[in-house]
């Protein structure tokens, strides 16, 4: 069985079945290793939030990248390369980004349909460059549900790709600070789309510099640095402050664990209309699956289930596999259910492989004899 785990769930003897890639594109771990204890420990302490591993031998639930691995590696050494520049030289490679950017719009126009299972497990040390392409490619997946042409989607991708280019000039302990920042370090950190926007201006686009000066603008005028309201802020920016902020809910920081996709979802959903876009939102929703595949979850009638496929018209409600009765005991066959075929059916939360485990566990030392 394939299971999606977050990396504190993983344990020693597990198989992985899906290789982990560093951010230039170069598999750590290949698919089909054993994880010892070791290189569970190395994963955590590089800041790898989760693994796709096979607990049993059927394993025949397939879970594919959206965007080639090639590409995203891609994105993320030329947001590297840019940010590199931008610091020593006072420029972007411009030509670099633009490519990168049509790899990336061109590979999501060919797709019928985008749904985003998982954008990235990826380390936290290189958190501003995975970021970053994470975001643009969210942006870029967006703008083509709301209809953008693709000479659009490339501005809108550079400019999301390179919306975070002015951290260059914010000092890394700021950056990678675990505890609450100083009033003075805020303003350092917030100062980054000012330097982002007069660093990206000799780019010639306006669209495309006023993203990175407005990712951090609120349709209710409450965000910086200008305090902007619905009408002032371009559509580039609202898309790239939705995907922005998604990604860093979804992502573990220095400062805070990630949340699940779904609870990331419905965050930005209670904010609509005052902080950002309705449309914008309602877009996310059709290209970011809530429950990735091998997602184990809890129904509506306590059954345990794992996530097989999603439904692109209705990416809440997956077809899931029920492996396990209201009591986590495992049934002796398998269904298959697709939710959106049942409407009295629905996912109520996700389950931690843990929970399986110590109730497993309480179980076996319920029905130990007494002596």
């Known amino acids: 069985m394939l299971l999606l785990l977050m990396i504190d769930e993983v344990q020693p003897g597990m198989r992985l079945a899906r ?6 594109g170069r598999p750590l771990l290949f698919a089909g290793v054993s994880l010892r204890k070791q290189y569970i420990d190395r994963l955590r302490d590089m800041g790898y939030s989760g693994v796709y591993v096979s ?17 995203k590696a ?5 947001v590297q390369d840019s940010m590199k520049k931008m610091y ?6 411009k030509a670099l980004v633009e490519e990168v950017v049509r790899l990336m719009v061109d590979d999501i126009l060919s797709q019928p349909e985008v749904v985003v299972e998982l954008i990235d497990i990826k380390a936290l040390t290189d958190h501003t460059f995975g970021h970053s392409s994470n975001v643009a490619f969210l942006s870029i997946a967006i703008g083509k549900v709301m209809g953008l042409e693709r000479s659009k989607l490339i501005e809108l991708g550079i400019g999301s790709l390179l919306h975070d280019v002015g951290k260059v ?17 805020m303003d350092k950190v917030r100062q980054h ?3 982002g926007f007069e660093s990206l201006s000799r780019l010639g686009s306006t669209q495309i510099t006023h993203v990175a000066y407005q ?3 609120r349709l209710d005028g409450s965000g910086y640095p200008r305090g902007l309201n619905d009408k002032e802020i371009t559509v580039y920016a609202k898309i790239c402050s939705v995907c922005d902020v998604y990604d860093a809910m979804t992502s573990d920081r220095p400062y805070k664990k990630a949340i699940h996709p779904a609870e990331g979802l419905l965050l930005l959903k209670s904010e609509q209309d005052r902080f950002f876009s309705k449309d914008v939102v309602n ?16 129904l509506s009638s306590g059954e345990v289930a794992v996530v097989t496929d999603i439904n692109s018209v209705d990416v809440e409600r997956p077809v899931v596999r029920v492996i396990k009765n209201s009591e986590y005991s495992f049934y002796d066959s398998i269904r298959v259910i697709d939710l959106s075929k049942e409407e009295d059916l629905e996912i109520v939360r996700t389950v931690h492989w843990t929970e399986v485990i110590e109730f497993r566990n309480r179980r076996m030392r319920r029905d130990l004899p007494h002596i």
């Open 169 to 185: 000039y914010v000092p890394e302990d700021i950056l990678n600070k675990p505890g609450k920042l100083e009033p003075v370090e």
């Open 193 to 195: 789309t000012v330097e």
């Open 215 to 217: 990712h951090h603008e």
């Open 55 to 71: 607990e049993g031998k059927n394993d025949d639930i397939e879970v594919s990248s959206q965007l080639r691995e090639a590409i």
């Open 88 to 93: 020593l030289l006072n420029k972007t490679n």
């Open 74 to 78: 891609s994105a993320t050494l030329a």
């Open 283 to 298: 877009s996310l929703f059709r290209v970011v699956a809530p429950y990735p595949i091998a997602t184990m979850v809890q």
């Open 19 to 24: 290789t982990i890639y560093d951010p230039s």
